[in-house]
């Protein structure tokens, strides 16, 4: 009778093996959510330990893990389904960020995790509680991502994460009365008088302010600030004439150029255009920053509005779409480029190709050869006392006649086109690829200029990867290139592209140069001012100051002892104490 009984009984299940797929999912945890914040700047490794990490949890779950096949199989194809089925209702901030890749890279490795946590929960439940778990588990994972929407990412790709429902900053200032001046001024004389602060880093565009020393004891003398208000989003920085200041933003579906007072951030005029920039990774708004010139403002949009306003009460003079005159498709982080008067035109960079129109009647001059894409802006140079315009776009570097847009010389470094070059003190010209996109080796290229009775040469001197600036500007100094290195500052040898030092975590910020005093004035990602020794011995931090809130990446403006800054949400003035006094 018991032979009977034994030959009957179905072959017992054995119990699940779980210790291979627990160690994955911790070693997941830690490499793709833990380090990241006990490390910064190594979001992107994490990101990938993510992946690898959720692909050796789905090797041990089908292979190892001795659940029944019928659970294995059912497990990875309801994981899939309900992803893709996922994927078509979470918000456009999810869906877009990362060119794409928010919701796999972050669905995958919190499905994996979801899998290895429901299997030790439920390894004592019988097959039909388990497996109904098992699809409560999964759809929860992926329910999650519904409730999120993102804010945009860091320059170390981490997500500025927040739950759906609430607003976004320029929704709570949208929200507000009261912004609007309340008239605008009659239009002053024309002026030609040089701006304090024209436009797009300067006067020469190299971040470099000249005749300003102060004082750099920030325990004893901080920045005092002299007024702080919200702004619309955008990556512009400040053009600074007579007590007035101009920057571009977004207001809901309008593109703003505005104008508010230096002394105390009152809005004095807004020039709104009818278009809307917005992509996930970075947000909404114009990119470019004003350029002043003869009492007129310059802006160009994201979406490729080119305007000549009057800077006293921006009367539009004139206005022209550049995307339409190039035949350029809106570049996937839009427009970028920041407009550069010279002589009788005013320049823009169109994903890669270099415009100029007329100052006077804003009609088109010339155009430049195509670029292969790109976000710098025009730079103007002189280089064997013969003027041009530098564009570095994503096939390299090239040069051109500001006149005619005659091509003077190229040099072929594929990659981003994001930075701006620099000019060294013997006449050399210096190039930075940060992200490696492209196909460029990331770094720092030198390159000789000259021109010779057959025309102009160019040949490389060097390539470095001591320094890798992104999208954050470097500065030149003594024969030293200072600059972000991800999110860390850098310093390299000008002679060879050794680097000399590199330390400091500021983010992907941007800096300003004060060369009397050897000072690098750094703004972080995250809003924090420092002072950095701009000298080649060692990395040296004198102080560090709060100064605004939220994600950073536009460029800082010192205009005497004013210090300007802002970003998508907020922008704020500061007085600094000047040495001496």
């Not at 105390?264 to 708004?285: I, Q």
């Not at 804003?362 to 140079?381: N, Q, T």
């Amino acid at each position: 009778m018991s032979m009977t009984i034994a030959q009957t009984d179905e072959p017992k299940q054995r119990p699940l093996r779980l210790w291979p797929g627990v160690v994955a999912a911790v070693l997941l945890l830690l490499v793709r959510f833990v380090a990241p914040i006990a490390v910064p700047g190594t979001m992107m490794f994490g990101v990938l330990g993510g992946l690898v990490g959720a692909l050796a949890v789905g090797v041990w779950w089908l292979f190892f893990s001795r659940a029944p096949w019928v659970e294995r199989v059912g497990a990875i194809v309801l994981m899939i389904a309900a992803a893709f089925a996922t994927s078509r209702i979470i918000h456009k901030s999810i869906a877009g960020g990362m060119m794409g890749m928010m919701f796999p890279i972050y669905a995958i490795p919190i499905l994996s995790l979801a899998l290895v946590v429901w299997a030790v929960a439920s390894r004592r439940l019988s097959s039909g509680p388990r497996r109904a778990s098992m699809v409560a588990t999964i759809l929860v994972a992926c329910g999650v991502f519904t409730l999120l929407r993102t804010g945009g990412i860091t320059g170390d790709a981490d997500s500025d994460l927040h739950w759906r429902w609430t607003k976004t900053p320029e929704e709570r200032l949208l929200a507000q009365t009261g912004d609007e001046p309340a008239a605008l001024p009659s239009a002053p004389a024309a002026n030609n008088k040089d701006a304090d602060w024209p436009g797009f880093r300067g006067p020469e565009r190299n971040a470099v302010v000249r005749g300003v020393r102060i004082r750099t004891d920030w325990a004893a003398s901080p920045p005092v600030e002299m007024w702080r208000r919200p702004i619309g989003p955008g990556w512009s920085s400040f053009a600074v004439r007579g007590g007035l200041l101009y920057t571009q933003e977004q207001r809901g579906d309008d593109e703003i150029v505005a104008c508010y007072k230096v002394a105390t951030g009152e809005p004095v005029w807004k020039h709104r255009d009818a278009a809307r920039f917005w992509e996930s990774n970075a947000g909404p708004g114009p990119r470019g920053t004003p350029s002043l010139s003869n009492g007129r403002v310059y802006t160009f949009g994201a979406t490729g509005i080119l305007n000549a306003l009057d800077a006293g009460n921006g009367a539009v003079v004139w206005s022209r779409n550049a995307a339409s005159d190039t035949g350029k498709k809106i570049p996937g982080w839009g427009f970028a480029s920041s407009p550069l008067v010279i002589d009788d035109v005013v320049i823009v960079g169109t994903a890669g190709t270099l415009v100029a129109y007329d100052i006077a009647t804003g009609d088109r001059r010339w155009l430049g050869p195509a670029g292969g894409g790109g976000y710098s802006s025009p730079h103007r140079v002189t280089i064997d006392g013969v003027a041009q315009i530098l564009l570095l776009n994503g096939t390299g570097a090239i040069s051109v006649a500001p006149a005619d847009g005659t091509v003077l010389w190229q040099h072929r470094w594929p990659g981003d086109g994001i930075v701006q070059p620099a000019v060294t003190a013997d006449g050399d010209v210096l190039i930075g690829s940060g992200s490696g996109l492209g196909g460029a080796r990331a770094g720092m290229r030198r390159i000789a200029v000259g021109h010779q009775p057959g025309g102009w040469t160019v040949e490389e001197r060097w390539t470095s990867i001591g320094l890798k600036p992104y999208f954050n500007d470097f500065v030149v100094h003594k024969g030293r290139a200072f600059g972000f290195d991800g999110s860390l500052l850098a310093c390299i040898d000008l002679e060879d592209g050794k680097r000399k030092w590199k330390d400091g975590r500021y983010g992907n910020g941007q800096l300003l140069l004060l060369p009397d005093q050897d000072l690098l004035l750094v703004l972080s990602e995250e809003g924090e001012l420092a002072l950095v020794a701009a000298t080649p011995d060692q990395f040296s931090e004198l102080a560090r100051f709060p100064a605004i809130k939220g994600k950073t990446w536009n460029h800082p403006v010192l205009v005497g002892d004013v210090l300007l800054v802002r970003n998508g949400e907020e922008m704020a003035a500061f007085r600094l104490s000047l040495a001496g006094r």
